[in-house]
Protein backbone atom coordinates (compact mmCIF):
# COMPACT_ATOMS: atom_id res chain seq x y z
CA UNK A 1 0.00 0.00 0.00
CA UNK A 2 1.16 3.46 -0.92
CA UNK A 3 1.94 5.76 2.15
CA UNK A 4 2.21 9.03 2.12
CA UNK A 5 2.64 11.14 5.52
CA UNK A 6 2.61 14.67 6.92
CA UNK A 7 4.61 15.81 9.70
CA UNK A 8 1.54 17.32 11.86
CA UNK A 9 -2.33 16.76 11.88
CA UNK A 10 -2.36 20.66 13.32
CA UNK A 11 -0.68 23.63 13.66
CA UNK A 12 -1.09 26.59 14.86
CA UNK A 13 1.49 29.37 13.87
CA UNK A 14 1.66 33.05 14.45
CA UNK A 15 1.55 36.04 11.60
CA UNK A 16 4.76 36.39 10.15
CA UNK A 17 6.08 33.28 11.61
CA UNK A 18 8.25 30.92 8.94
CA UNK A 19 6.22 27.53 8.67
CA UNK A 20 7.49 24.02 7.57
CA UNK A 21 5.12 21.61 6.25
CA UNK A 22 7.08 17.93 5.49
CA UNK A 23 5.71 15.58 3.60
CA UNK A 24 7.29 11.72 2.82
CA UNK A 25 6.15 9.02 0.45
CA UNK A 26 7.74 5.59 0.81
CA UNK A 27 6.56 4.15 -2.75
CA UNK A 28 9.79 5.62 -5.06
CA UNK A 29 7.33 8.08 -6.99
CA UNK A 30 9.02 10.51 -9.14
CA UNK A 31 5.90 13.09 -8.81
CA UNK A 32 4.58 14.97 -5.89
CA UNK A 33 2.28 17.81 -5.11
CA UNK A 34 1.31 20.21 -2.71
CA UNK A 35 -2.71 21.28 -2.98
CA UNK A 36 -4.41 23.47 -0.01
CA UNK A 37 -8.09 23.00 0.66
CA UNK A 38 -10.42 25.57 1.59
CA UNK A 39 -14.14 25.53 1.70
CA UNK A 40 -16.21 25.81 -1.53
CA UNK A 41 -13.00 26.54 -3.69
CA UNK A 42 -11.82 22.70 -3.64
CA UNK A 43 -8.24 21.44 -3.73
CA UNK A 44 -5.64 24.02 -5.86
CA UNK A 45 -2.43 23.16 -6.66
CA UNK A 46 0.34 25.32 -4.71
CA UNK A 47 3.64 23.31 -5.68
CA UNK A 48 4.53 20.32 -7.55
CA UNK A 49 7.87 18.47 -8.29
CA UNK A 50 8.76 15.70 -10.86
CA UNK A 51 12.43 14.94 -9.29
CA UNK A 52 14.77 15.67 -7.10
CA UNK A 53 15.30 19.40 -6.80
CA UNK A 54 12.80 20.21 -9.70
CA UNK A 55 9.53 22.09 -9.29
CA UNK A 56 7.03 23.36 -10.96
CA UNK A 57 4.63 26.58 -9.69
CA UNK A 58 1.15 25.38 -9.48
CA UNK A 59 -1.92 27.69 -9.37
CA UNK A 60 -1.49 29.88 -6.06
CA UNK A 61 1.92 30.18 -5.23
CA UNK A 62 2.54 33.32 -4.22
CA UNK A 63 3.90 32.89 -0.40
CA UNK A 64 5.29 29.39 -0.71
CA UNK A 65 7.87 27.60 -1.69
CA UNK A 66 9.13 23.88 -1.73
CA UNK A 67 12.01 21.90 -1.63
CA UNK A 68 12.96 18.21 -2.62
CA UNK A 69 16.26 17.58 -1.79
CA UNK A 70 15.28 14.03 -1.38
CA UNK A 71 13.10 12.05 -3.83
CA UNK A 72 10.73 11.06 -0.83
CA UNK A 73 10.82 13.88 1.09
CA UNK A 74 8.69 17.36 -0.20
CA UNK A 75 8.43 19.89 1.92
CA UNK A 76 6.33 22.91 1.76
CA UNK A 77 7.61 26.43 3.06
CA UNK A 78 5.64 29.26 4.13
CA UNK A 79 8.32 32.33 4.23
CA UNK A 80 6.14 34.26 6.57
CA UNK A 81 2.74 33.28 7.56
CA UNK A 82 -0.37 35.24 7.02
CA UNK A 83 -3.79 34.84 8.52
CA UNK A 84 -5.16 34.06 4.67
CA UNK A 85 -2.80 30.80 4.67
CA UNK A 86 -4.71 29.70 7.43
CA UNK A 87 -6.38 26.08 5.75
CA UNK A 88 -6.10 22.34 5.11
CA UNK A 89 -2.70 21.24 3.37
CA UNK A 90 -2.72 18.19 1.15
CA UNK A 91 0.62 16.38 0.09
CA UNK A 92 -0.02 14.21 -2.98
CA UNK A 93 2.35 11.60 -5.17
CA UNK A 94 2.08 9.71 -7.53
CA UNK A 95 3.78 7.69 -10.19
CA UNK A 96 4.70 8.41 -14.04
CA UNK A 97 2.15 7.25 -16.00
CA UNK A 98 3.43 5.25 -18.90
CA UNK A 99 0.59 5.87 -20.73
CA UNK A 100 -1.90 7.72 -18.76
CA UNK A 101 -2.43 9.82 -15.66
CA UNK A 102 -1.14 7.72 -13.18
CA UNK A 103 -3.26 7.44 -9.66
CA UNK A 104 -2.25 10.47 -6.74
CA UNK A 105 -2.69 9.35 -3.41
CA UNK A 106 -2.67 11.71 -0.31
CA UNK A 107 -1.44 12.44 3.09
CA UNK A 108 -3.68 12.46 6.16
CA UNK A 109 -3.35 16.83 5.47
CA UNK A 110 -2.47 19.41 7.92
CA UNK A 111 -4.65 21.73 9.15
CA UNK A 112 -2.55 25.03 9.36
CA UNK A 113 -4.40 27.84 11.71
CA UNK A 114 -2.77 31.15 11.13
CA UNK A 115 -3.23 33.85 14.21
CA UNK B 1 -10.38 26.39 -20.35
CA UNK B 2 -11.09 23.51 -18.22
CA UNK B 3 -13.36 23.69 -15.25
CA UNK B 4 -15.80 21.19 -13.52
CA UNK B 5 -18.64 21.24 -12.43
CA UNK B 6 -20.80 19.29 -9.59
CA UNK B 7 -23.64 19.48 -6.89
CA UNK B 8 -22.77 20.50 -3.81
CA UNK B 9 -24.76 18.84 -1.74
CA UNK B 10 -26.93 15.46 -2.05
CA UNK B 11 -29.01 13.50 0.38
CA UNK B 12 -30.14 10.49 0.33
CA UNK B 13 -31.51 7.48 2.45
CA UNK B 14 -29.71 4.15 4.02
CA UNK B 15 -29.98 1.28 1.42
CA UNK B 16 -30.82 3.31 -1.47
CA UNK B 17 -29.03 3.92 -4.19
CA UNK B 18 -27.54 7.80 -5.62
CA UNK B 19 -25.86 9.19 -8.80
CA UNK B 20 -23.68 11.82 -8.21
CA UNK B 21 -22.98 14.04 -11.58
CA UNK B 22 -19.51 15.38 -13.07
CA UNK B 23 -19.59 17.25 -16.08
CA UNK B 24 -15.95 18.95 -17.29
CA UNK B 25 -14.45 20.66 -19.69
CA UNK B 26 -10.60 19.88 -20.52
CA UNK B 27 -8.30 20.63 -23.77
CA UNK B 28 -7.35 16.84 -24.50
CA UNK B 29 -8.78 13.85 -22.30
CA UNK B 30 -6.90 11.58 -20.57
CA UNK B 31 -8.83 10.25 -17.88
CA UNK B 32 -11.24 11.04 -14.99
CA UNK B 33 -10.50 10.01 -11.15
CA UNK B 34 -13.27 9.47 -8.57
CA UNK B 35 -11.94 10.25 -5.07
CA UNK B 36 -14.03 10.16 -1.51
CA UNK B 37 -13.29 12.39 1.26
CA UNK B 38 -14.73 12.08 4.75
CA UNK B 39 -14.51 15.17 6.87
CA UNK B 40 -11.56 16.59 8.24
CA UNK B 41 -9.54 13.40 6.37
CA UNK B 42 -7.70 12.33 3.26
CA UNK B 43 -9.19 11.87 -0.38
CA UNK B 44 -8.76 8.46 -1.01
CA UNK B 45 -9.13 6.99 -4.36
CA UNK B 46 -12.16 5.21 -5.83
CA UNK B 47 -11.95 4.89 -9.58
CA UNK B 48 -10.29 6.29 -12.87
CA UNK B 49 -12.26 5.89 -16.27
CA UNK B 50 -10.27 6.52 -19.60
CA UNK B 51 -13.04 4.76 -22.08
CA UNK B 52 -16.62 5.14 -22.32
CA UNK B 53 -18.75 2.99 -20.53
CA UNK B 54 -19.66 1.82 -16.90
CA UNK B 55 -16.89 0.38 -14.41
CA UNK B 56 -18.16 -1.44 -11.40
CA UNK B 57 -16.36 -1.86 -8.42
CA UNK B 58 -18.62 -3.58 -5.60
CA UNK B 59 -21.27 -0.89 -4.40
CA UNK B 60 -19.45 1.68 -6.11
CA UNK B 61 -19.40 1.78 -10.19
CA UNK B 62 -18.43 5.09 -12.81
CA UNK B 63 -19.47 6.08 -16.36
CA UNK B 64 -17.63 8.27 -18.54
CA UNK B 65 -18.84 10.07 -21.80
CA UNK B 66 -15.91 11.69 -23.44
CA UNK B 67 -18.40 12.82 -26.18
CA UNK B 68 -20.50 14.77 -23.95
CA UNK B 69 -18.17 16.00 -21.26
CA UNK B 70 -19.41 14.04 -18.62
CA UNK B 71 -18.80 11.25 -15.52
CA UNK B 72 -21.26 10.41 -12.99
CA UNK B 73 -20.33 8.07 -9.61
CA UNK B 74 -23.05 5.36 -8.68
CA UNK B 75 -23.24 4.28 -5.30
CA UNK B 76 -25.39 1.18 -4.31
CA UNK B 77 -26.82 0.09 -0.96
CA UNK B 78 -25.70 3.42 0.93
CA UNK B 79 -24.37 2.62 3.90
CA UNK B 80 -23.93 5.05 6.79
CA UNK B 81 -20.34 5.37 6.28
CA UNK B 82 -20.89 6.48 2.79
CA UNK B 83 -21.54 9.76 3.96
CA UNK B 84 -18.76 12.02 2.68
CA UNK B 85 -17.51 14.42 -0.26
CA UNK B 86 -17.03 13.01 -3.30
CA UNK B 87 -14.47 14.62 -5.99
CA UNK B 88 -14.23 14.03 -9.47
CA UNK B 89 -10.65 15.33 -11.00
CA UNK B 90 -9.35 15.48 -14.92
CA UNK B 91 -5.94 15.82 -15.80
CA UNK B 92 -4.93 19.51 -17.03
CA UNK B 93 -4.22 19.72 -20.71
CA UNK B 94 -1.22 21.33 -20.23
CA UNK B 95 0.14 18.31 -18.08
CA UNK B 96 -0.92 14.66 -17.66
CA UNK B 97 0.56 14.74 -14.18
CA UNK B 98 -1.39 17.58 -13.00
CA UNK B 99 -5.04 17.26 -11.92
CA UNK B 100 -7.79 19.33 -11.64
CA UNK B 101 -10.53 18.61 -9.10
CA UNK B 102 -14.12 20.15 -8.76
CA UNK B 103 -15.09 21.44 -5.87
CA UNK B 104 -16.85 18.06 -4.66
CA UNK B 105 -20.09 16.46 -4.02
CA UNK B 106 -20.94 16.62 -0.13
CA UNK B 107 -23.13 13.41 0.45
CA UNK B 108 -25.30 12.89 3.60
CA UNK B 109 -26.92 9.24 3.84
CA UNK B 110 -29.98 9.66 6.37
CA UNK B 111 -30.89 5.80 8.62
Known amino acids: DVKVTQSSRYLVKRTGEKVFLECVQD?????MFWYRQDPGLGLRLIYF???????EKGDIPEGYSVSREKKERFSLILESASTNQTSMYLC??????????????FGPGTRLTVL | GQNIDQPTEMTATEGAIVQINCTYQ??????LFWYQQHAGEAPTFLSY????GLEEKGRFSSFLSRSKGYSYLLLKELQMKDSASYLC????????????FGSGTRLLVRP
Open chain 1, 92 to 105: ASSNIGRTTTDTQY
Open chain 1, 27 to 31: MDHEN
Open chain 1, 49 to 55: SYDVKMK
Open chain 2, 26 to 31: TSGFNG
Open chain 2, 49 to 52: NVLD
Open chain 2, 89 to 100: AVPRGDSSYKLI
